[in-house]
């Protein structure tokens, strides 16, 4: 009998047919790698910064600040978008309890704030999701309300060795046991002063009525040559020059002088001074105007009120000619930090107020204030005396007020850090791209598991169709056994490099890391 007449029916046609499973095998695979490159290759293009309190008391608004990137990748690098942002408080449960959308301010930030529910204490969350077209970005921070919240501190500002506040001994021009007793203190306006742009001393000096006034020389101008009478605080205006001030302070009884003291002044290099057009003890009710010296066409006002950040809020231009953008002060002591940097508040002004309550007399303001004054410098003779007699200085309550809000004018806030979206992002990335492998190793283990069976069934028919063809052609027992190894051999070494392949596939999808 010829050898085609035990051939397979169907021929060619049942060969494409076998074929159809291996291409079906070698497609799935091709698509499960193809699909892990692909979720492997998204890449976050945005950032939302959310900038808020860690604790606020519990009822009033709570300041938001957002700062929103795009174009992460761009080899320029990214820019500040102005998308709506909308903002939530939830609890721990997902309960929305205040909503509120931060509005593009003139800073090139997004500002806002969210008044949460009267009553609600507790840690709750923040929620910042952008709006508009393209994909969201969001981001959470927490935020704990509390009915006694706790206050933030200023730090000292960084400040070189030879740029810090530094006093010499008050020195007697004539010592002696019958030379009176003078008290010679400084304080700076803003706590520090800014090179080539005027500057405020206030300055206390005991016994009252002398003349204070400042020595000139080649780091500093004195803007008062002949000085002021302290009564018992004199304010003489200055201006800086170079990267450190170093003067002497000298106080005459008539035209005799009386004591000196040497004092390096505070410089804060690159940063902000800024001149109030209100003074420092406002009645209620009042406004405030401030203005950034030496000119800007935006800056950002934060506002902060005993302690608590209430307000925040940007202006255009900073010129003083507007209030802040917070309305009518509510009494107590106000700090306004006003910057130009959005990013950061090394480089801010400092202004402080107090808001006198309804009937409060000058008296009690000054007492308010000698109080927090002491806290911050313990051993100020001046805060001293208006503690023990706040009614004797009232007649001069401006004046001692602008001295003891300087005393709280030492130093800066800094800004709460911002939390970022791109964490949570590049975690929503990897979660993604772990579903993503699990499912082509799910399809890949299938696809190998078919292909096994494909196998053993084609090697099972093999067998059979060799035996048939052998026995027809009446070939030796021995032969036949043979033959059916070899094709066995030649079917299990096939599908075993098909196997391997697919392992191959495997362990490279599993060694792909995330996003």
Known sequence: MS????????????????LLPRLAYSAAAALALATVLVSRGDRIDADLHLIAPVEAPAGRPVPLRARHYVGLTR??????????????????????????????GHANTLEGALTPPAGLVGTLRLRATTGGEGPQTRVERPLSLATRAATVQPLPRRLPPLSRLTLGPVRMQQPGPEAPAVTIEPQVAGGACVPEIDCTLYIHAEPAGLRVKL??????????????????????????????????I??????????????????ALAADAARAQAPGLLPTGAQVSLELQGG????????????????????RPCDGQQ?????????????????RDPFSAETAAVRAFYVQTPGQSAAQALLQLAAAARQRAPNDALAAEVLAAPERHARAASRVAAYLLAILERGLVPMPAASSSYP??????????????????????????????????RALSAAADAHRIMAEAERPEAALAREQR????????????????????GVFVLALGGP
């Open 3 to 18: 050898r085609g007449a035990g051939a397979r029916p169907g021929g060619k046609a049942s060969d494409r047919f076998d």
């Open 75 to 104: 080899t320029e690098g990214p820019v500040l978008s102005d998308a709506a942002v909308a903002v939530e408080l939830r609890d721990a449960a997902g309960t929305v309890h205040a909503r509120t959308r931060l509005r593009p």
């Open 215 to 248: 020595r000139a020389n080649a780091s500093l101008t004195p803007l008062e040559p002949e000085g002021a009478v302290a009564d018992p605080v004199a304010s003489l205006g200055l201006r800086c020059h170079g990267p450190e001030a170093q003067g002497v």
């Open 250 to 267: 000298e106080v005459f009884r008539g035209e005799e002088l009386l004591a000196s003291r040497s004092i390096r002044l505070p410089l």
């Open 296 to 315: 800007a066409d935006s800056c950002i006002a934060d506002a902060f009120h005993e302690g608590h950040w209430r307000h925040s809020a940007s202006l």
């Open 323 to 339: 209030p802040l953008a917070f309305g009518a002060l509510s009494p107590g002591r106000w700090r306004i930090q006003l910057r």
């Open 424 to 457: 949570l992002a590049l975690a929503a990335g990897r979660q993604r791209h772990a579903r993503v492998q699990k499912l082509a190793l799910l399809v890949l283990a299938m696809a190998a598991l078919a292909l096994l069976t494909d196998l053993v069934r």
């Open 486 to 505: 070899r094709r066995l051999w030649r079917l299990a070494l096939s599908g075993l490099s098909l196997l391997l392949a697919f392992a191959a596939i």
